[in-house]
């Protein structure tokens, strides 16, 4: 019988140009964090896993798992360490990682983590590297790089259902003004819709200001046992559920366009295991990597219903005060999206939020909901938390 786990610690750097930090500074930062948070030693800990997409690419560096445990302390106790990597949903499947070895019985004090270092390449050369999320042979040597087939599927979104200009906007300008009280955010300032509708094109309808930017950070979060988390915290948040899906790596193979059935899927089998539905959740923190995506993330999530996603969020529904505030960290777009670490950094808030310690806070927040995803949706992973403030399993 899998046991229930708990996050006990959290830490992370600010997200946004470090040139003057390394990669392995990075990463070392947010783990000591993490431990800080948790009172945890480093001899305590059992496992380790590592979320990161390219490495290799960004800074020439691979065998990445084994730089972490080395420069983390972990190396000389001979602690697993173990990189996981699903393109920006690296971070996220990292969690899902730790979440099962400490439920599996296997171990007990666990660190997930992410890190990636974008900035020292130039935009052509981290164009590419983010290419590698997408079908290569199929898309990207056709011209489909990420953000066009983004473009693609916000194109159908507004032609099957109606989804404007104006609506893509209003998803920049909710998340750039949540981030102003985020003391890690890459940007914390506000923007209107006009700003956003005169950035130029980067594919068309997608403007400048519909992407989430190159960023470099690390996060990690420390999780163990349920029945132990007291020990460790006197607000401990509890990992009610963690699921994974997967879709068609090529775009043009998936079902429709207009939806990520990766993330339907993942939450579905969340929201069972979990035992809430869409209505229960009272904030979410989701992967907004370009505008749509949130549009599209909002409705494969059940906040909305399918094609309602661009009015959930224009009419307020999406804001912190709304029906089911989405992304009060500023999410991607504004907090920053350095790939291997958004997934634990969305753990890192949501943990935030449930404990009443956010920048942004939303006000009794007790079920929380983090979405992150691999390219353009081949891989979801989708997690419910909870501070069980009323609630039992």
Aim: with cysteine; charged share 20%.
């Amino acid at each position: 019988m899998l046991r229930d786990v708990a996050v006990v610690g959290v830490g992370q750097t600010s997200f946004g140009e470090h040139w003057e930090r390394s990669f392995r500074d990075l990463f070392v930062t947010a783990g000591v964090r993490a431990l800080e948070d948790a009172g945890v030693a480093g001899d305590e800990i059992d496992a380790l896993y590592g979320g990161n997409m390219s490495a290799g690419q960004f800074i020439q560096q691979e065998h990445v798992a084994a730089l972490i445990a080395d420069y983390a302390g972990l190396s000389t106790e001979g602690v697993p360490a173990t990189r996981v990597e699903a393109a920006d949903a690296s971070g996220g499947l990292a969690f899902r990682q730790a979440v099962l070895d400490v439920a599996s019985g296997a171990s007990d004090v666990v660190v997930a983590s992410g890190v990636e270092k974008m900035t020292d390449l130039g935009s052509t050369e981290t164009t590419e590297a983010l290419a590698g999320s997408a079908d290569r042979e199929w898309e990207v040597f056709s011209g489909g790089n990420v953000a066009a087939l983004y473009a693609m599927m916000a194109n159908a979104h507004m032609e099957r259902y109606g989804t404007t200009r104006r609506q893509l906007s209003e998803v920049v300008v909710k998340n750039h003004e949540n981030a102003t009280e985020n003391k890690y955010a890459q940007y914390r300032n506000e923007v209107s819709a006009e700003l956003v509708e005169s950035t130029p094109y980067v594919s068309e309808p997608l403007r400048a200001f519909d992407c989430s930017p190159a960023s470099d950070g690390a996060a990690a979060v420390i999780v163990v046992p349920a029945e132990d988390a007291q020990d460790y915290t006197d607000q401990p948040v509890y990992v009610e559920a963690t699921e994974q899906g997967s879709d068609s790596l090529a775009v043009h193979d998936r079902n429709n366009m207009t939806s990520i059935d990766s993330t339907a899927k993942a939450a579905e089998r969340a929201y069972e295991a979990a035992n809430v539905s869409p209505g229960d959740v009272d904030v979410a923190e989701v992967h907004d990597s370009y505008t749509v995506a949130e549009i599209l993330a909002v409705e494969d999530l059940g906040f909305a219903e399918k094609g309602d996603g661009g009015a959930f969020i224009e009419d307020g529904h999406a804001s912190v005060g709304g029906e089911t505030p989405v992304n009060p960290s500023g999410g991607l777009k504004a907090c920053g999206h350095p790939l291997g670490a958004t997934g634990v950094r969305q753990i890192a808030d949501a943990t935030r939020q449930l404990r009443g310690e956010a920048g942004t806070q939303v006000e009794d927040a007790s079920v929380a909901v983090t979405h992150n995803v691999g390219g353009t949706g081949a891989t979801a992973v989708v997690n419910v938390l909870s501070d069980r403030n009323g609630r039992s399993r």
